[in-house]
């Protein structure tokens, strides 16, 4: 194999390796994605199997309320002996839908008017004020405008009244727009109150476009994970490759040198039975 | 939704249901507890009939 031949070979042996390298790192940068569908896959599986317990928990199998009945007890001694358990039972149903709130179910249209409640108590105050400073403010622009028709003024004077219109003016201005950005913010919340089951469902969408996208991105990882098995075994084959090809050219090297050391041999030979180049022409002469 | 809570839910699920398995045992031993007694009365109230000893088994 020609030196050229063989750097050549390496070569494309050293891109496969990178390429399939390359292919591996993509499939494991999505090992995070597998991580998250087996967690969901586990809430899921969890979660039926708490909702089916919870339903069965309470009740009794027909089978035993029927010996019951026909040993002459009834349903109601029964209920009575259970009572206390059932109640523990319920228990653990509240203090479980308790924990999974907390741990980031969403809310309900009521816990979520609630919690924006004292912020639009608030901001109902705050309006109220707003509106009577507004009111108390046009009053003193009114006055100053009052006392600036007034004829027995000075110079000092008409400065005096313009000063406060214009002080009371910009003050009323302030508070009118302080009061629109109130208004608007609670428009706001009350809308948000208003909207909160169409953004539920809109979420509620979000999510399950978001499950099927993911859900796509797990069949692309499968896809990518055979690949990746294909890029190991590929990589894996290119290095054994690169690893016969180094052997082969080093076998090579070592046969030229031998054919080389043979060469010289003959070479030798020939000179003793033929003699020199000098040799030769000297018994020509 | 996070892996990490994801994990904690199912953690809550899971204990929810360890807890609601302990609950029917303890469910399930009181109501065969009253067909147990049920039945023994109902035992008595033949051998009283058939003017059994109620002590004879």
Same mark, same amino acid.
């Given at each position: 194999?020609?030196?050229?031949?063989?750097? $050549? =070979?390496?070569?494309?042996?050293?891109?496969?390796?990178?390429?399939?390298?390359?292919?591996?790192?993509?499939?494991?940068?999505?090992?995070?994605?597998?991580?998250?569908?087996?967690?969901?896959?586990?809430?899921?599986?969890?979660?039926?199997?708490?909702?089916?317990?919870?339903?069965?928990?309470?009740?009794?199998?027909?089978?035993?309320? =029927?010996?019951?009945?026909?040993?002459?007890?009834?349903?109601?001694?029964?209920?009575?002996?259970?009572?206390?358990?059932?109640?523990?039972?319920?228990?653990?149903?509240?203090?479980?839908?308790?924990?999974?709130?907390?741990?980031?179910?969403?809310?309900?249209?009521?816990?979520?008017? $609630?919690?924006?409640?004292?912020?639009?108590?608030?901001?109902?105050?705050?309006?109220?004020?707003?509106?009577?400073?507004?009111?108390?403010?046009?009053?003193?622009?009114?006055?100053?405008?009052?006392?600036? =028709?007034?004829?027995?003024?000075?110079?000092?004077?008409? $400065?005096?009244?313009?000063?406060?219109?214009?002080?009371?003016?910009?003050?009323?201005?302030?508070?009118?727009? #302080? /009061?629109?950005?109130?208004?608007?913010?609670?428009?706001?919340?009350?809308?948000?109150?208003?909207?909160?089951?169409?953004?539920?469902?809109?979420?509620?969408?979000?999510?399950?476009?978001?499950?099927?996208?993911?859900?796509?991105?797990?069949?692309?990882?499968?896809?990518?994970? /055979?690949?990746?098995?294909?890029?190991?075994?590929?990589?894996?084959?290119?290095?054994?490759?690169?690893?016969?090809?180094?052997? #082969?050219?080093? #076998?090579?090297?070592?046969?030229?040198?031998?054919?080389?050391?043979?060469?010289?041999?003959?070479?030798?030979?020939?000179?003793?039975?033929?003699?020199?180049?000098?040799?030769?022409?000297?018994?020509?002469? | 939704?996070?892996?990490?809570?994801?994990? @904690?839910?199912?953690?809550?699920?899971?204990?929810?249901?360890?807890?609601?398995?302990?609950?029917?045992?303890?469910?399930?031993?009181?109501?065969?507890?009253?067909?147990? @007694?049920?039945? @023994?009365?109902?035992?008595?109230?033949?051998? @009283?009939?058939?003017?059994?000893?109620?002590?004879?088994?």
């Amino acid at each position: 194999m020609a030196m050229e031949e063989f750097n $050549k =070979k390496k070569s494309d042996l050293e891109n496969q390796i990178t390429q399939a390298e390359g292919e591996a790192e993509i499939t494991l940068d999505n090992s995070e994605v597998i991580k998250l569908k087996q967690d969901l896959e586990n809430l899921e599986k969890s979660k039926a199997s708490y909702e089916d317990k919870a339903e069965q928990a309470e009740v009794t199998p027909e089978n035993q309320v =029927k010996q019951v009945e026909s040993l002459g007890g009834n349903e109601t001694v029964l209920a009575e002996k259970t009572a206390e358990v059932d109640q523990k039972i319920e228990g653990v149903k509240e203090e479980t839908a308790e924990k999974v709130a907390v741990k980031g179910e969403p809310k309900g249209k009521e816990a979520f008017a $609630k919690e924006l409640e004292p912020w639009n108590t608030d901001l109902a105050e705050k309006i109220g004020d707003l509106k009577n400073r507004i009111s108390m403010q046009e009053e003193e622009v009114a006055r100053a405008n009052e006392n600036l =028709k007034r004829t027995d003024l000075d110079a000092a004077g008409k $400065k005096m009244w313009e000063d406060s219109r214009n002080f009371w003016t910009n003050q009323a201005d302030a508070s009118r727009r #302080e /009061l629109g950005e109130s208004n608007r913010q609670l428009e706001k919340n009350n809308q948000q109150i208003g909207t909160f089951d169409t953004r539920k469902e809109e979420s509620a969408n979000k999510v399950e476009n978001a499950k099927k996208e993911l859900s796509d991105l797990m069949k692309e990882v499968g896809d990518l994970t /055979l690949e990746h098995k294909n890029a190991v075994k590929a990589l894996r084959s290119a290095e054994a490759e690169k690893r016969n090809s180094y052997n #082969e050219e080093r #076998e090579v090297a070592r046969l030229f040198s031998k054919i080389q050391e043979k060469q010289s041999l003959v070479s030798k030979a020939e000179q003793k039975v033929y003699g020199t180049e000098d040799d030769h022409q000297r018994s020509f002469s | 939704m996070t892996s990490e809570q994801a994990r @904690e839910l199912t953690a809550i699920y899971d204990e929810a249901i360890r807890k609601l398995n302990d609950l029917q045992v303890e469910r399930q031993h009181i109501i065969k507890q009253y067909i147990k @007694e049920l039945e @023994e009365q109902k035992i008595k109230a033949l051998r @009283e009939d058939l003017g059994l000893s109620t002590n004879q088994q």
